[in-house]
């Protein structure tokens, strides 16, 4: 079983930056995926971001060049820097682990708005 806890979420003005945190605890091994998807109400959930282990990294289109996913082995930790925000990336983002199960933290909220 693996917990994962978001931080960081908040409001911030278009063009601003955000940079969530996801700690995973639990039955954690060596080889795994973390990311984070988003939802907006209404809305399906979608991919934001992906990395493995070894730090291989996967965007969506609408945030390449300005989300950055990062992760912390030895914490147990991902990260994604958010800069240049737009009012579409508002939305509850989640956190996401995969191993042998798929695990998803509660999310937080992200508004970009003047």
């Known amino acids: 079983q693996v917990q994962l806890v978001e931080s960081g979420g908040g409001l911030v003005q278009p063009g601003g930056s955000l940079r969530l945190s996801c700690v995973a605890s639990?039955?954690?091994?060596?080889?795994?995926?973390m990311g984070w998807y988003r939802q907006a109400p209404g809305k399906q959930r979608e991919l934001v971001a992906t990395?493995?282990?070894?730090?291989?990294?996967n965007y969506a289109d609408s945030v390449k060049g300005r989300f950055t996913i990062s992760r912390d082995n030895a914490k147990n930790t991902v990260y994604l820097q958010m800069n240049s925000l737009k009012p579409e990336d508002t939305a509850v983002y989640y956190c996401?682990?995969?191993?042998?199960?798929?695990?998803w933290g509660q999310g937080t909220q992200v508004t970009v708005s003047s």
């Open positions: 996401y682990y995969r191993q042998n199960n798929d695990y």
């Open positions: 990395i493995s282990t070894f730090a291989s990294a």
């Open positions: 639990g039955s954690i091994y060596g080889f795994n995926t």
